[in-house]
C-alpha cells in the first residue's frame, strides 16, 4: 500500500514539475517514498477506500451533478424564482470518518443540496427545492457511497 | 480563435465584477466569504485561459494550482475564524 | 477537437452566467450557496476541460486535469466550512422574501 501511495505521488511530482532532467526526478522519487514511509495508512478501526470503484463512482455522480445542474439553473432563470428552501435532516447508516467525508462532499457538490452539519449518522443538509432531495431521501446516494469501502477491518 | 477567448475573458471578467457587487453589498459576513471564493474560483479559469493564449500554459497552470491551493487555506481560516467568534453583524 | 473544446467552454460560460444571476437574485446566505456551487462545480469544470482539450493530449492536459480535479475535490468543502460557521453563529434559511 505505501508503494502504491509513494508512486502516485512520484506520479503527481512528474506532472506537476514537468522537467525531466535527471537531478528533479531523483529528487522528486527520494520525497515521495519518504512522504509515503512517514504517513501512517489509517487506524485499525478504519473501512478501507476502494480506489478502483471510484472510478465507476465519479462519472455516475458527474452524471448527477449536470442533471441537478440543469434543474437548478432553471429555478434561477424562472421569473417568478419557484425556489422552497429548507433544512431537512438526513439520517444515514455512515458511521466512518471516510464515508461521512465522501457522503457530505458529494452532497455538496450535487447543486440544489448542501451538507452544512456533519456529526456521525446524521446529516443537517439545506435542500433548495422538493425535487433536489430525491436522491437524498430515496437513499441511493448512501447505497453508493457505503459501497466504495471496503468491509469493516480490525473488528473482531 | 483568439477572438473567442478574448469574449470569454470579457464575460468572466463581468462575471466578477457581480460576485464583486455581492461581496461590497453582502448583508452578512458571509455573503462577502462566498463572493470572495466565487471571485477566485474564476480567477483560477482566467489564469489557465490566459495561458492558452499566450501559449504559456506551462507557467500559469502553477500559478493557477497555487492559487487554488491558497484559496482554499484561507477560506478554511476564514470560516474557522468566523465560527469561533460568531458574527455581530446580522 | 477545436469544436468540442468551443461547446465545452461556451456550456461552462452558461452555468457562470447563471450562478451569477443566482447570486444576485437568492435571497439569503444559504440559498446563494447553491448558486456558488453551481457555479464552482459545472461551470469552471466545464470550462476547464475545454481548455484542456483545445491543449491536445500533452503534459500540459495533464496538469490543467490537475487544477481541475482540485477546483472540483476543493470548493465543496470551502462553501460546506462557509456554511457551517454562519449556521453554528445562528442564522437559519429565511422564507422567501417578498420585494
Known amino acids: 500500500m505505501k508503494v502504491f501511495i509513494a508512486i502516485a505521488l512520484f506520479a503527481l511530482w512528474l506532472v506537476l514539475s514537468a522537467s525531466f532532467n535527471p537531478a528533479h526526478v531523483v529528487l ?3 520525497v515521495a517514498l519518504i512522504v509515503a514511509w512517514i504517513n501512517p495508512i489509517g487506524t485499525p478501526y478504519t473501512r478501507r477506500f476502494l480506489w478502483l470503484r471510484a472510478l465507476g463512482y465519479a462519472p455516475w455522480l458527474f452524471g448527477r451533478v449536470v442533471k441537478s445542474g440543469l434543474h437548478v439553473s432553471r429555478l434561477i432563470l424562472y421569473p417568478a424564482l419557484p425556489i422552497k428552501p429548507e433544512l431537512i435532516q438526513h439520517k444515514t447508516k455512515l ?10 462532499n458529494s452532497i455538496t457538490l450535487t447543486p440544489g443540496t448542501i451538507t452544512v452539519e456533519v456529526a456521525p449518522g446524521e446529516l443537517i443538509v439545506h435542500a ?12 441511493v446516494l448512501d447505497e453508493k457511497v457505503s459501497r466504495l469501502f471496503s468491509a469493516w477491518e480490525g473488528d473482531q | 480563435m483568439s477572438s473567442f477567448f478574448v469574449f470569454v475573458l470579457v464575460t468572466l471578467t463581468m462575471l466578477m465584477l ?10 452578512s459576513v458571509f455573503d462577502r466569504v ?4 466565487g471571485i477566485s474560483t474564476k480567477a483560477i479559469v482566467l489564469l489557465v485561459l490566459l495561458g492558452t493564449m499566450f501559449e504559456r500554459v506551462d507557467m500559469f497552470v502553477d500559478i493557477s494550482t497555487g492559487y487554488a491551493l491558497l484559496n482554499l487555506v484561507g477560506a478554511l481560516a476564514i470560516a474557522k475564524f468566523l465560527e469561533e467568534r460568531g458574527t455581530s453583524e446580522k | 477537437m477545436t469544436a ?4 465545452l467552454i461556451v456550456v461552462g460560460l452558461f452555468f457562470l452566467v447563471v450562478g451569477s444571476i443566482g447570486m444576485m437574485r437568492l435571497p439569503d446566505v444559504f440559498s446563494r450557496a447553491h448558486a456558488l456551487s453551481l457555479t464552482d462545480s459545472l461551470g469552471a469544470v466545464f470550462v476547464l476541460a475545454g481548455l484542456a482539450v483545445y491543449e491536445g493530449f500533452t503534459l500540459n492536459f495533464l496538469r490543467i486535469i490537475v487544477v481541475l480535479l482540485l477546483v472540483y475535490l476543493m470548493n465543496p468543502a470551502i462553501s460546506h466550512a462557509t456554511l457551517r460557521a454562519a449556521y453554528r453563529s ?9 420585494k
Request: aromatic share 6%.
Open chain 2, 34 to 37: 462566498l463572493g470572495l471564493n
Open chain 1, 28 to 30: 522528486g522519487a527520494i
Open chain 3, 90 to 98: 445562528g442564522l437559519r434559511p429565511s422564507a422567501k422574501e417578498e
Open chain 1, 128 to 139: 433548495i427545492d422538493a425535487s433536489a432531495q430525491q436522491d437524498l431521501i430515496s437513499g
Open chain 2, 18 to 27: 457581480v460576485y464583486l457587487y455581492r461581496v461590497i453589498r453582502g448583508p
Open chain 1, 95 to 104: 458511521r466512518s470518518e471516510g464515508e461521512l467525508v465522501v457522503l457530505g
Open chain 3, 4 to 7: 468540442l473544446a468551443v461547446f
